[in-house]
């Protein structure tokens, strides 16, 4: 697929045509940590934000390669991790607000620890305990968060984007102003007919809605080029009247930037928009997988260092002087600290009780049911 170089700078990228945008790339802060156009383009991020979306970013990359560990030690049995795509996740979190809805895909529990969803929670989905409030039936990488808007991934490939269109349609007919539905997809989850489904109803519908799709250039071990014959994913907007933006997916402020634009557009009754967030899978598709049999990884030592998304970040801060090496250092350490915790004290809760495994189908378990269980304990 090729990669296209916005006819316009810095925040003049908003002025262009539909097109242009889906065959653009946004993008405020370069890999160097400096702006990438003009400096005046950070003007609206100041200290608190800034470092707001650092510490989340290396929230997510600490748990995730705590996560990843214990899977390799055996002690939970799956996980799918963000390496690489920090900025994606929170830019587009923090552009939410407590009242929308989130409805994500594989990658996007960040968004929910973000927003509220307290990594007790999330760590306890992972291992399916007596504190899941799944009660152990999702598979791992699968938490929920209704306090925080945030429903549970589907792992049948963007089946979720038309219930985040559906939701974005209620808040409409229910005349919800200043709500807006976001809805997650990656580049091979767009191949999928319910992709194309949703994106028909949210232009007709000027539907409230954020589709964002995290394009990490590998749909497993499918290539992007092998995926897709237009020059951009972002481009395919065009065909259901819903306005197209392409960003620099490893650029928070960026991210960040375009998403709050879209969504503000949304809950302003000004339709839906699309985001082809611009990015890389750094780590192997999840814990299953091993992406040297399929791909170049000289091409990802290159993401992986001169464009970390979290390297771009911390230049900035540092030549800010809004952070030491010290205090980033003693940042990851109080953060790792809270993980190994939140661990200990997952390993510690005991499975759901047997007997919830005939709860929440009917209103009264029904005496086949109870038979069964009668059955199961003996």
Not at 57 to 73: E, K, P
Not at 319 to 339: F, K, P
């Amino acid at each position: 697929m090729a990669v296209a170089v916005a006819r316009a700078t810095g925040l003049s990228y908003f002025d262009l045509d539909d097109e242009a945008k889906a065959r653009g790339l946004f993008r405020l802060l370069a890999e160097d940590g400096a702006a990438a156009h003009d400096e005046h383009d950070l003007d609206a991020f100041d200290r608190a934000l800034v470092t707001r979306l650092y510490e989340a970013m290396v929230r997510i990359r600490v748990t995730d390669a705590r996560m990843t560990a214990l899977q390799r030690q055996g002690r939970i049995s799956f996980y799918g991790e963000a390496l690489g795509q920090e900025a994606a996740v929170v830019g587009a979190a923090a552009a939410s607000k407590p009242d929308d809805w989130i409805v994500p895909a594989l990658r996007e529990a960040g968004v929910g620890l973000f927003r509220g969803m307290t990594l007790d929670s999330y760590v306890a989905q992972i291992y399916g305990n007596a504190a899941d409030v799944t009660k152990g039936r999702q598979m791992p990488c699968h938490p929920c968060d209704r306090d925080h808007h945030y429903v549970v991934m589907s792992s049948c490939v963007s089946t979720q984007v038309p219930h985040a269109v559906g939701i974005a349609m209620a808040m409409k007919i229910q005349g919800d102003g200043d709500r807006c539905a976001f809805g997650f997809m990656g580049d091979g989850g767009t191949s999928e007919p319910d992709v194309h489904c949703a994106l028909n109803f949210a232009g007709v519908m000027r539907a409230p809605a954020v589709l964002i799709c995290q394009n990490n250039q590998w749909a497993i071990s499918t290539p992007g080029s092998k995926q897709c014959a237009a020059d951009t994913i972002a481009l395919k907007a065009l065909g259901y009247g819903v306005e197209p933006m392409r960003v620099d997916g490893n650029d928070v402020l960026a991210v960040y930037t375009a998403v709050s634009r879209a969504a503000e557009k949304a809950r302003s009754g000004g339709g839906a928009t699309f985001l082809e967030l611009l990015t890389y899978r750094v780590s192997a598709h999840s814990t299953s997988d091993d992406p040297t049999r399929y791909r170049d990884e000289q091409v990802t030592e290159v993401w992986r260092h001169q464009r970390d998304p979290l390297r771009r970040v911390r230049i900035l801060l540092e030549r800010r002087g809004w952070i030491t090496a010290d205090e980033d250092t003693a940042l990851a350490a109080r953060i790792e600290a809270d993980v190994r915790e939140c661990i200990a004290r997952a390993e510690a809760t005991p499975p759901p009780a047997l007997a919830t495994i005939i709860e929440d189908v009917y209103e009264q378990p029904t005496w086949a049911l109870r038979e069964q269980l009668a059955a199961l304990k003996t």
